[in-house]
């Protein structure tokens, strides 16, 4: 099939000249033929001088594992409406993946494994002796063919720990087939936890799965707790010392208190002897808050206790007596608020 045209037509016997040469080549353009109507396109019609590629003229399917690389893809020239189903909604005002997130690389040791497929579900269970991993590690699996011409759709997925020595992920094929358990599978490699540079906000649950299932804060590991009950967390905590100013000198007037330590707490104020009040920085939701105080002992017991009627979003009122019900100022008293 011709794909061109060219600018001069030879006739038998015709003597071939520079000029004649010339204008063939420089008058030539391309014919329908010359491209794929479904995946190509002609920039202009009239002549046809230039070739390119429709949209979506690219499939998946004709691109290489691991060939599109950050450094041939140009910078904000991914749009949104580019992004395919489930992937973020972002906005001109959302902060780019790139710069709020890293994936620490756990693993870059190809692994070998063998893997089943499920029809209809797409499930692949894969078995892969000491994988390391955990429930939402992301694994890069390279998939071999059954020997009938079907195998797993190669790509990174979110695997789910069974054990120490098998996993599950779902294929992202439209309509797989069954897959006989045994066939070969690779992990290039796979990813760990994820550093947020910056804020992030959760729409939903966040949950903590796998094993083990860590929360850390800075530089410290909130415990795990066993059972399923509810972590509530304090809304406010100090501790100060009721002999003394807030500058530290010994003192029973009825100023400020010295603060030992806390947190969402602005002052503690002695009102009275024996009696203190606490001013919360960032207010408390309503008054139904819990306050638990404690206070240290002398040679004879002290308690310490809130006024319930004490109570506003913003203060509270602590009290510290004898066990004869005598107000006394104690060097140690401490409160926290739940709520």
């Keep these: 099939m011709a794909i061109l045209t060219t600018g001069n037509t030879f006739s038998t016997g015709q003597q071939v000249t520079a000029t004649s040469l010339n204008a063939a080549v420089n008058g030539s353009s391309f014919l329908d033929g010359a491209i794929d109507p479904a995946t190509m396109q002609f920039f202009q019609t ?19 594992n691991l060939t599109v ?7 904000a020239t991914i749009a949104p409406a580019k992004l395919s189903a489930g ?3 972002w906005t001109a005002t959302t902060l780019n993946v790139a710069n ?3 994936f620490a690389l756990a693993n870059s040791t190809a692994t070998a494994g063998t893997y089943g497929r499920a029809v209809t579900t797409g499930l692949i269970t894969v078995t892969m002796n000491g994988h390391g991993m955990v429930t939402g590690n992301v694994a890069l699996l390279d998939f071999s063919d059954n020997g009938s011409g079907s195998s797993g759709t190669d ?3 979110v695997i789910t720990r069974i054990d120490d020595n098998s996993f599950t992920v779902v294929d992202t094929a439209a309509s797989p087939t069954e897959i006989a358990a045994g066939t070969v599978v690779s992990r290039t490699n796979y990813y760990g936890n994820a550093t947020i540079r910056g804020s992030a906000t959760v729409a939903g649950t966040l949950s903590l799965t796998g094993s083990p299932s860590n929360l850390t804060i800075g530089s410290a590991q909130v415990a795990t707790p066993s059972g399923s009950a509810p972590l509530f967390m304090a809304r406010a905590f100090v501790s100060f010392d009721s002999t003394r ?8 007037l009825n100023t400020a208190r010295f603060i030992y330590g806390g947190k969402n707490v602005t002052s503690v104020t002695k009102i009275a002897s024996g009696q203190f009040r606490v001013a919360i920085t960032t207010a408390m939701p309503n008054t139904n808050y819990c306050v638990v105080c404690n206070t240290s002992i002398a040679a004879a017991p002290r308690w310490a206790g809130v006024d319930p009627l004490s109570l506003t979003t913003t203060q509270f009122d602590i009290y510290t007596d004898t066990q004869d019900s005598a107000s006394v100022n104690q060097p140690y008293i401490s409160a926290v608020v739940f709520g």
Aim: without cysteine; charged residues 20%.
């Design 46 to 64: 009239s002549p046809k001088e230039q070739i390119g590629i429709k949209d979506l003229g690219v499939t998946a399917a004709k691109i290489a």
């Design 69 to 75: 690389t950050g450094a041939k893809i140009a910078d």
């Design 87 to 89: 992937a973020p909604a």
């Design 100 to 102: 709020s997130l890293d």
């Design 155 to 157: 790509g990174s997925y």
């Design 245 to 252: 100013n807030s500058s530290g000198g010994t003192d029973s």
